[in-house]
């Protein structure tokens, strides 16, 4: 693009590549501005090759040397020009540093990243953290993480989940990532989000406040935004899993994320029992136990692995 032999299909060919994804764009802006940078540093580079010219003149007499002179001017040349863009590199990029993070089941656990933001991974979430002098990406894997972002104006904070991405603006989210989609819900300030449908449809970034919750699939379709209960959505941070009137087989699905046991639903009528409630995330028994007691279910251990769950026998459930 910059040497302007660049015919109109490769122009054509850029734009579209820039208009595929907002990462694209940012990727050649930054691209863009280290050639500047380059750019300026020509005139240091003809110094150092001048100096090499003038070492190698007045070293030309000595022909019984030549060879080996040859070979250490060879070198400092590459060197200093090597040196020279290493360091150059290193002053826009900065050194990347790159940082995983996972928890098992049933034992989150906050970090703090370098930048002074903070991340609590919830049980059974894997991700992966890059640090660098231009942005702040992390990748979620797996499970369910609470950011709470540091401000930098210089450098975006970035999460990517599945096919989709979530841009802070200055704010507290979760993003949960399952093998149905993605969900993203915020507290505070505004983020947003972009999603890439799989069958090709354009999308638009969409802005989240405090409060407000979205959600997209795997074909990257984003979901309308609607608002959530702040005390329920992220009480795991608080050692507390609160439920109001979801679905069983839901609240079953998120209970067994925090212990070593499998449990199943064995009879889909009872898939949409309304449940409430406040448990424990630390005693999955005990959850089990008050399910049992308040609904017209019957829990049963089958081995350690596995745990299931039935519609109670008439005179149990009356009992």
């Known amino acids: 693009m910059h040497a302007g032999s660049a015919t109109n299909g490769d122009h054509g060919e850029l734009e579209t590549w820039l208009a595929a994804k907002p990462e694209h764009r940012r990727e050649y802006e930054q691209l863009c501005r280290m050639w500047n940078v380059l750019d300026r540093t020509e005139s240091l580079l003809k110094g150092e090759i001048a100096k090499a010219e003038e070492l190698w003149a007045n070293h030309a007499a000595h022909r019984q040397s030549r060879s080996r002179w040859l070979w250490w001017l060879h070198a400092a040349t590459v060197g200093s020009v ?23 089941k049933g034992a989150p656990r906050q970090e703090t990243l370098t930048d002074g933001s903070t991340v609590t ?7 992966t953290v890059r640090m660098s002098r231009a942005e702040r990406l992390i990748r979620l894997e797996r499970g369910e993480a609470w950011f709470t972002v ?8 970035t999460v990517q989940a599945a096919n989709g991405t979530v841009r802070d603006i200055g704010t507290q989210f979760i993003v949960t990532k399952s093998a149905q989609g993605v969900q993203v819900s915020v507290w505070e300030g505004l983020v947003e989000v972009d999603a890439h449908a799989t069958d090709g449809a354009v999308s638009h970034p969409v802005m989240l406040h ?8 795997m074909d990257g379709l984003l979901s309308g935004i609607v608002a959530f209960d702040q005390s329920a959505v992220g009480s795991w941070k608080e050692g507390k899993l609160i439920f109001r009137s979801q679905p069983l087989k839901q609240v079953l699905a998120e209970v067994a994320r925090y212990g070593t046991e499998d449990i199943r639903l064995l009879d889909p009528s009872l ?30 251990r089958v081995h350690d692995h596995l745990i299931v769950v039935e519609r109670a ?7």
């Open 121 to 127: 991974l919830n049980t059974d979430t894997k991700l």
């Open 150 to 157: 540091s401000h930098d104006e210089r450098r975006t904070f």
């Open 271 to 300: 898939d949409a029992f309304p449940v409430s409630g406040v448990f424990n995330i630390q005693d999955i028994g005990q959850a089990m136990h008050t399910l049992q007691a308040s609904l017209p279910i019957r829990v049963r």
């Open 210 to 217: 405090g409060g407000q919750q979205i959600s997209y699939g």
């Open 82 to 104: 090597l040196v020279l863009l290493l360091a150059t590199a290193w002053w826009w990029t900065g050194l990347p540093e790159t940082v995983s993070y996972e928890t098992a």
């Open 313 to 319: 026998p008439v005179s149990m459930s009356h009992r």
